[in-house]
């Protein structure tokens, strides 16, 4: 098992940037599928980017492909979120996921096994 501590989120105004960080420990952060969901009041928890064991193939919903990028650094053990272009859409707690080694991205939070607390972000408008 590996533990999640999710960082980075904050209050910005719309337009702004943020970037997220999640520092993986206790187990082998590049034997994982790692991705970022987030969850707004009242609604399910969403998939929001992912990325391979390597570092390629990312996967990006489309509410958020072309503002927002995924990216990690196995030798730092931690997954990054950059965030660009803010809305208020995007106002949610964001959360950093494990998933074992699997042929394709896990696209649902069934598929991930290990999960930060969150950080909450909040888009002002």
């Known amino acids: 098992q590996v533990q999640l501590v999710e960082s980075g989120g904050g209050l910005v105004q719309a337009g702004g940037s943020l970037r997220l960080s999640c520092a993986a420990s206790?187990?082998?952060?590049?034997?994982?599928?790692m991705a970022w969901f987030r969850q707004a009041p009242g609604k399910e928890r969403e998939v929001v980017a992912a990325?391979?064991?390597?570092?390629?193939?990312?996967y990006y919903a489309d509410s958020v492909r072309g503002r927002f990028t995924i990216s990690r650094e196995n030798a730092k053990n931690t997954l990054y979120l950059q965030m660009n272009s803010l809305i208020p859409e995007d106002t949610a707690v964001y959360y950093c996921a494990a998933s074992p080694l699997a042929v394709a991205i896990p696209r649902r939070a069934d598929g991930y096994n290990n999960w930060g607390q969150g950080t909450q972000v909040i888009v002002s408008s």
């Open positions: 206790g187990g082998t952060f590049s034997r994982y599928i």
């Open positions: 990325i391979m064991h390597y570092g390629g193939n990312p």
